[in-house]
């Protein structure tokens, strides 16, 4: 099984990471760790995360929370890959737009 990152994942990675490192001088990289760690554990089991079932999707969506830095991971899985779609604040009031 393969995993991807859609652009925005990128994005949303690199937004959180750059803004960890500027804020948090004592775990620079706990973000990082976090993610990276999330990533290993979402590609190695895929149903390790909680159906998120908010708004009208067409697809099932999936979400695994990193609890030191407070932010959500949300993916799809399908037979040939696990696509991560968003990284997301999980103090937000409200979730990504997927």
């Given at each position: 099984m393969?995993?991807?990152?859609t652009p925005r994942a990128l994005a949303d990675?690199?937004?959180i990471k750059t803004w960890w490192r500027r804020n948090r001088s004592g775990a620079p990289d706990l973000f990082?760790?976090?993610f990276a760690a999330a990533?290993?554990?979402i590609a190695q089991l895929p149903a390790a995360g909680k159906l998120y079932e908010e708004g009208d999707l067409d697809?099932?969506?999936r979400r695994v929370l990193l609890p030191?830095?407070?932010n959500h991971v949300y993916?799809?899985?399908s037979e040939q890959d696990v696509?991560?779609?968003s990284v997301w604040g999980a103090l937000h009031e409200r979730g990504p737009k997927l």
């Amino acid at each position: 099984m393969t995993l991807r990152l859609t652009p925005r994942a990128l994005a949303d990675a690199k937004r959180i990471k750059t803004w960890w490192r500027r804020n948090r001088s004592g775990a620079p990289d706990l973000f990082e760790q976090e993610f990276a760690a999330a990533l290993d554990r979402i590609a190695q089991l895929p149903a390790a995360g909680k159906l998120y079932e908010e708004g009208d999707l067409d697809v099932s969506v999936r979400r695994v929370l990193l609890p030191k830095t407070l932010n959500h991971v949300y993916y799809t899985v399908s037979e040939q890959d696990v696509v991560v779609l968003s990284v997301w604040g999980a103090l937000h009031e409200r979730g990504p737009k997927l």
